[in-house]
Nanobody, 129 residues
């Protein structure tokens, strides 16, 4: 059972940047389709960004396009989320997730939490105004 561990959250002022990382808890040679989700207090968990197992295709929710960058180091199977121009409404717990199924999928697959089998514990991101 793959486990993923997030790191890099924290407190930042509006307009600042943070980089989140997500790595498997043990060494693995497999590459996964992966994504970032977030959940603010009292709200549903929402898709933020996704990346194909090759790293060649990325997907973003409209509210973070042009501000966030998702990337992965395939050799380390480590996922990153570079968050720039942060806004108070970006405040949430951010979760990393990976799909068990290997392969290419349509964009809509990445947007759905139920597409993912492995989830991290989450890391808090707080943006002050």
């Amino acid at each position: 059972q793959l486990q993923v561990v997030e790191s890099g959250g924290g407190l930042v002022q509006a307009g600042g940047s943070l980089r989140l990382s997500c790595a498997p808890s043990e060494r693995t040679s497999s590459n996964y389709n992966m994504g970032w989700f977030r959940q603010a207090p009292g709200k549903e968990r929402e898709f933020v960004a996704g990346i194909s197992w090759t790293g060649s295709r990325t997907y973003f929710v409209d509210s973070v396009k042009d501000r966030f960058i998702i990337s992965k180091d395939k050799a380390k199977n480590t996922l990153y989320l570079q968050m720039n121009s942060l806004k108070p409404e970006d405040t949430a717990v951010y979760y990393c997730a990976a799909m068990a199924a290997i392969g290419d999928y349509r964009a809509s697959t990445y947007y759905k939490p139920e597409s993912y089998n492995y989830w991290g514990q989450g890391t808090q991101v707080t943006v002050s105004s």
